[in-house]
């Protein structure tokens, strides 16, 4: 069946970098758009970047400049590079695939904590 995992949070100061990962399995991932989405302590779950299955990304204003997505289609993973990371990214990452006639599907969520 479709799976997705996420990886690669952690704890970190402010002003650190991390890189969060989503593994696909159950899926023809290069047909696949992927989105990244956190929520917060008492938040409600929000977009935070997005790429198409051609590559085309597209990132909140918060995290622009700062996050990158990629995609290595390979590996059938997707990856977020956060760098300058401040105590407001601190929530629980979701990974999001939307694919042609299957539909959606959701990861378990990755924590990332950042102190100051």
């Known amino acids: 069946q479709v799976q997705l995992v996420e990886s690669g949070g952690g704890s970190v100061h402010s002003g650190g970098r991390l890189r969060l990962a989503c593994a696909a399995s159950?899926?023809?991932?290069?047909?696949?758009?992927i989105e990244w989405h956190r929520q917060g302590p008492g938040k409600q779950r929000e977009l935070v970047a997005q790429?198409?299955?051609?590559?085309?990304?597209n990132y909140d204003d918060s995290v622009k400049g700062r996050f990158i997505l990629f995609r290595d289609d390979d590996k059938s993973s997707a990856y977020l590079e956060m760098n300058n990371l401040k105590p407001e990214d601190s929530a629980v990452y979701y990974c999001r695939a939307d694919l042609p006639v299957l539909g959606d599907f959701w990861g378990q969520g990755t924590r990332v904590i950042v102190s100051s």
């Open positions: 159950g899926m023809v991932f290069e047909d696949a758009s």
């Open positions: 790429i198409s299955n051609k590559g085309v990304t």
